[in-house]
């Protein structure tokens, strides 16, 4: 079946711009997180959403930094005013709340982004 | 910061097995193990996990120490497609947030 989805794979911007990155979960997966992973580091946790509620957003590094799952399938990460220590790859994870599969995330490709 | 430790980087032999060594000195009896892979350019990828016992799957094999404050992770024939990043995450059942350390480079020599 179709794994998790991230869009665009990469993106460019100017310092300043505002950009959208998204994410399209493996259908019927309630949960799903974002992570921000810097070159030779591993993923950082951003926010995690069950459903269409942010559980948990501590991971957002500032009030730039917003995230939105309207109907609980498709996620978007927003950020404002960029900056060039936002340039990093962001990926998607998701996974189902309940089954043997429960503790497993399942990853997108991510999305590059840079901030020039 | 990660609650786990692993070597920065480690090298194989193709066609070899694979002994990936993790400490957690800090974990609980609730916290699970948790391996993940991540190939170049790819999203991490789950290998296997764990809680006391050892596990088998078709990818690897974990071995977890008795007093739950190491465990390996068991390539049994590594091949080129193995090189990666693998990454070692202790976490409680509930706890969705996996804290990621920076892994282990695994190199594979043809």
């Known amino acids: 079946g179709a794994g998790v989805s991230q869009t665009p794979s990469n993106k460019v911007t100017e310092k300043g711009k505002y950009v959208e990155l998204r994410c399209d979960p493996i259908?019927?997966?309630?949960?799903l997180y974002w992570y921000r992973q810097s070159l030779g580091q591993g993923p950082e946790f951003l926010i995690y959403?069950?459903?269409?509620?942010?559980?948990?957003d501590s991971g957002l590094p500032n009030d730039r930094f917003f995230a939105v799952r309207p109907e609980g399938s498709v996620s978007t990460l927003k950020i404002q005013r960029t900056e060039r220590g936002d340039s990093a790859v962001y990926l998607c994870?998701?996974?189902?709340?309940?089954?043997?599969?429960?503790?497993?995330?399942?990853f997108g490709a991510g999305t590059r982004l840079s901030v020039l | 910061d990660a609650k786990t430790t692993q070597p920065n980087s480690m090298e194989s032999n193709e066609e070899e097995p694979v002994h990936l060594p993790c400490n957690h000195s800090?974990?609980?009896?609730?916290?699970?193990i948790h391996w993940y892979r991540q190939l170049p350019s790819q999203g991490p990828e789950y290998v296997i996990h764990?809680?006391?016992?050892?596990v088998n799957n078709r990818m690897a094999s974990l071995a977890i120490a008795e007093d739950r404050k190491s465990s390996t992770l068991i390539l049994h024939r590594a091949t080129l497609r193995d090189a990666a990043v693998y990454y070692c995450?202790?976490?409680?059942?509930?706890?969705?947030?996996?804290?990621w350390g920076a892994g282990t480079k695994l190199i594979i020599k043809p």
């Open positions: 994870a998701s996974s189902p709340l309940s089954g043997l599969a429960k503790n497993i995330q399942y």
């Open positions: 259908s019927g997966h309630t949960a």
């Open positions: 959403f069950q459903g269409t509620g942010a559980a948990d």
């Open positions: 800090t974990i609980s009896g609730t916290d699970y």
């Open positions: 764990g809680l006391t016992s050892n």
């Open positions: 995450i202790q976490s409680t059942d509930s706890n969705y947030q996996l804290i």
